[in-house]
């Protein structure tokens, strides 16, 4: 049975492991249980040193149990079509005309879902707007802008043309710029274009007053059909999504200038029982009744978050006990964390706390069990 909401869950979540703060525990945390005071950035190891083991932990934790408690994102997964007997609709037991089985479960929101119609792929989900880059010698560093505000004139997110961190750079060709452009509004490292940039760190952007990330909003990928066009999904729910906009140059009437074409968002979606489609997201099953694709083999495409949405309290435990075995095991931790002969020494320590967090983590482990 699927848990939705415990007292006990761990809501203090502020993730920035910089200063030692993750999702399933924090450097406060570890230190309280070593009983040791808090790490800062003088102390050996530092916070930010602590952040790292947190985030391995944190990687260890989701892929041991097979589910995860962050959200995730997972893309461009293909799956077949898979229908049942028969013609739609099939019969009184079963309303819907085939179904998907994602590779993950605990959906929390499905981003993407593309379906081949036999010519082209078609998006039924969410609201999606789309940047066409036609000209890439017409785009001015500094000055060509690609603006994506959120709801009743609400924040903007101002992506400029450029060659640092926080701008996509047009020097290469359509193509490049294009991967440019995914990568500064999911905020990644730009892995496919690093080789002719020399990019050295992950491309980042905040709305105008600073205080919001553009990746906190939006999600975009290359249309895989046609390199140059980047489409944008809104990643607020698809009737509000729909009430974004995108233009140029900080005009809002502008859609077309400096080689860049864009088109407005659009609500794609018509999801529900009785609509074009449905999921069960504790299962991670996608039902299609309306609208599905034309073929069998690799012909529904999705990109979404997993993960349960709920840290419990014995999931930080956990992570709180594997970081501090991280410490113990650091040859540097014992100027922290000192033996003396009434404590078990640190090799002892070290031992119990994993096992205990290990055994947490074993229990923990999910497995799907589906029935036709």
Not at 33 to 44: E, G, K, M
Not at 45 to 71: N, Q
Not at 131 to 139: A, E, F, G, I, R
Request: aromatic share 10%; glycine share 8%.
């Amino acid at each position: 049975m699927s848990k939705f909401y415990s007292p006990s869950d761990y809501t203090a979540i502020n993730p920035n492991y910089s200063i030692g703060n993750g999702y399933y525990t924090t450097s406060a945390k570890v230190a309280e249980l070593l009983q040791i005071p808090d790490f800062s950035a003088t102390t050996t190891p530092m916070h930010s040193e602590v952040g790292e083991f947190i985030k391995r932990m944190e990687d260890l934790i989701d892929e041991k149990c097979g589910i995860s408690w962050r959200k995730l994102l997972y893309e461009n997964e293909h799956h077949n079509f898979t229908t049942g007997v028969g013609h739609y609709p099939a019969g009184r037991w079963r309303d819907y005309l085939g179904f998907v089985q994602l590779d993950r479960h605990s959906i929390s929101k499905m981003v993407r879902i593309d379906i081949w119609e036999g010519n082209q792929w078609t998006n039924i989900c969410g609201a999606e707007c789309s940047v066409t880059l036609n000209d890439y010698t017409s785009m001015q560093s500094g000055t060509t802008q690609i603006n994506l505000r959120l709801p009743n004139s609400g924040l903007v997110f101002n992506l400029l043309a450029g060659t640092t961190s926080s701008r996509f750079d047009t020097t290469y060709g359509n193509k490049t710029a294009a991967e440019e452009l995914v990568a500064l509004i999911n905020e990644r490292f730009p892995s496919n274009t690093v080789n002719v940039t020399g990019a050295t760190q992950a491309k980042g952007q905040t709305d105008s007053t600073g205080a919001k990330q553009v990746s906190d909003f939006f999600y975009a990928t290359i249309d895989s059909e046609n390199s140059n066009r980047i489409l944008i999904s809104s990643l607020l729910p698809s009737d509000d999504g729909a009430n974004c906009t995108v233009y140029l140059n900080n005009n809002a009437s502008t859609t077309s200038a400096h080689g860049i074409d864009v088109s407005g968002f659009t609500d794609k979606e018509n999801s529900g029982r009785m609509n074009e489609w449905w999921k069960i997201g504790r299962e991670g099953r996608i039902f299609f009744r309306d609208k599905y694709p034309y073929i069998h083999l690799n012909s529904v495409r999705v990109t979404y978050f997993s993960g349960s949405g709920r840290v419990p309290s014995i999931i930080v435990d956990a992570a709180t006990k594997l970081v501090a075995c991280e410490i113990l095991r650091s040859d540097d931790s014992t100027v922290l964390i000192t033996e003396s002969g009434n404590q078990i020494s640190v090799k002892e320590k070290y031992e119990l706390l994993r096992t205990e967090a290990m055994e947490i983590i074993n229990g923990k482990k999910e497995g799907v069990v589906l029935i036709e």
